[in-house]
């Protein structure tokens, strides 16, 4: 298997897995809001978050892995007179101990056992922002292009109705409207049909081109 880029920081990161051998990974609507309070005890120390989306079988993430500087500034220093001896989580093994964590709560609750996600996550770095906006698209309309939903607009398990509500989020709701320009344009892109070449390169081996459309429905 290639190995797999670590996260490094200040950069962006398309994240995502899919269920060992296609498998769900998700099987109630608890399992969907125990990952995103695993996600907030372990991520949002180390990254901001933009988008998300959680679907049965696969989920995806885009995130900017934060700087050390700013991982520092999130930590309680009382009790340290300088900075030596503190540990900086690796925000590589913070992905991990998520998903490890996901994993064990998923097979205690349903009484199974081995792999829940098929291997080590996926990541892809996202150097320009001229493809930041082309990929959340590509997160918020796959539960339709899977046939979750008629529409991606009515998906529980995304964060598209996050970025045009104004209620308050861990997400970092501003930056992406900045991208997008405003709430509007956010919509009205979202609206479109995109070229998924485009951004090939950041979803190639992603479960959307391996041929599992299908087991979602199962």
């Not at 340290?80 to 101990?97: D, M, R, V």
């Amino acid at each position: 298997m290639q190995d797999l880029p670590l996260l490094e920081h200040g950069k962006f990161f398309h994240i995502y897995n899919r269920g060992n051998n296609g498998g769900n990974i998700f099987f109630e609507e608890r399992n969907y809001h125990h990952f995103l309070s695993l996600y907030e005890k372990y991520i949002l120390s180390v990254a901001d978050t933009f988008v998300f989306c959680l679907l049965r079988n696969h989920f995806h993430l885009f995130v900017r892995i934060k700087t050390e500087g700013e991982i520092i500034k999130g930590i309680d220093l009382q009790g340290f007179e300088n900075l030596e001896g503190l540990k900086i989580p690796n925000p590589t093994n913070q992905f991990s101990n998520l998903f490890n964590a996901y994993a064990k709560a998923i097979n205690k609750a349903y009484g199974r056992t081995g792999a829940l996600f098929e291997k080590r996550f996926r990541r892809k770095e996202v150097p320009s922002p001229r493809y930041f906006i082309s990929l959340i698209h590509y997160i918020h309309f796959n539960p339709q292009k899977h046939g979750f939903v008629d529409d991606y607009r009515d998906y529980p398990y995304s964060s598209y109705k996050i970025v045009l509500s104004d209620a308050a989020t861990k997400l970092d709701r501003l930056t992406v409207l900045k991208w997008f320009s405003n709430r509007n344009l956010f919509k009205e892109y979202h609206a479109k049909k995109i070229n998924e070449d485009n951004i090939l390169e950041y979803i190639e081996d992603d479960i959307d081109l391996q041929g599992l459309q299908d087991l979602e429905g199962l």
